[in-house]
């Protein structure tokens, strides 16, 4: 698949999408500390897109990406963890919000 990407701009969106996931699980599937299999390779599956990505340390946010690297079934499901715990991370990991939302406004300018 090429170079792995480890950069910190990598490894934030990896926190963020964990994070994400962490509550989509949590308010979804009842489950308080480990993740269920389901999310768990979700979380995997994240890791290893976000591994390859092909803008690197450029990359805007997954929303506003141009590729959609993602095979169908598994955006359907990281679009079902994004709805759910989009609004509570607000709760949960305000300042995780925070730092995503503007990272993707600074990156809408540059365009």
Excluded: W
């Amino acid at each position: 698949m090429g170079i792995v990407n480890t950069g910190p701009r990598i490894q934030q969106e990896k926190i963020t999408v964990e994070q994400m996931i962490r509550i989509a699980c949590r308010g979804k599937h009842h489950r308080k500390e480990e993740l269920c299999d389901s999310c768990q390779q979700l979380l995997q599956y994240a890791h290893v897109r976000l591994n390859h990505c092909r803008f690197g340390e450029q990359k805007s946010t997954c929303g506003a990406c141009p590729v959609h690297c993602y095979k169908p079934v598994k955006r359907q499901e990281i679009r079902a963890v994004m709805r759910y715990a989009g609004p509570r991370m607000v709760l949960h990991h305000p300042m995780a919000l925070l730092r995503h939302t503007i990272h993707g406004l600074m990156r809408m300018r540059k365009k």
